[in-house]
């Protein structure tokens, strides 16, 4: 479980094998959602495009739609064609809160259960 401040602060970046077992294991409990992208960055060396690049320092990422070819850099606003990237894939997760709410409550019920409950009358 050490791991869950990791996942959930670096969700952007691309998840180890175990902690993505981490996310799947707390999405079985309903805690949050996984769902998986497809994407692609403005400037990136390794795509055919990167010599057309003027600014090779934008940090443009576009989300990649699947019937869609052509995409505009919100950063850079240059024409961007998806046949001349490699298109990336990574994860995003979703918390539920009011799910994490019920959760940690009734933990906390299983451990001081009514005993507390009783303290607080006292
Ligand atoms: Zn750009």
Redesign the pocket.
Same mark, same amino acid.
């Given at each position: 479980m050490r791991n869950i401040s990791r996942v959930l602060k670096d969700c952007k970046e691309n998840l180890s094998t175990q902690e993505l077992e981490l996310v799947r294991d707390l999405e079985s409990k309903g805690l949050c959602k996984i769902n998986q992208i497809e994407y692609i960055d &403005? *400037?990136d060396p390794n795509d055919d495009d990167y010599f057309q690049?003027i600014?090779k320092d &934008? *940090?443009?990422t576009i989300v990649v739609e699947e019937s869609q070819i052509s995409y505009i850099?919100?950063?850079?606003?240059?024409d961007?064609y998806i046949h001349d990237k490699n298109i990336k894939m990574n994860n995003i997760i979703y918390l539920d809160y009011s799910k994490i709410y019920e959760f940690v409550r009734d933990e906390f019920r299983k451990v001081i259960g009514g005993s507390a409950r009783k303290k607080v009358m006292v």
């Open positions: &403005c *400037s690049v600014d &934008c *940090s443009g850099c919100d950063k850079c606003h240059r961007i």
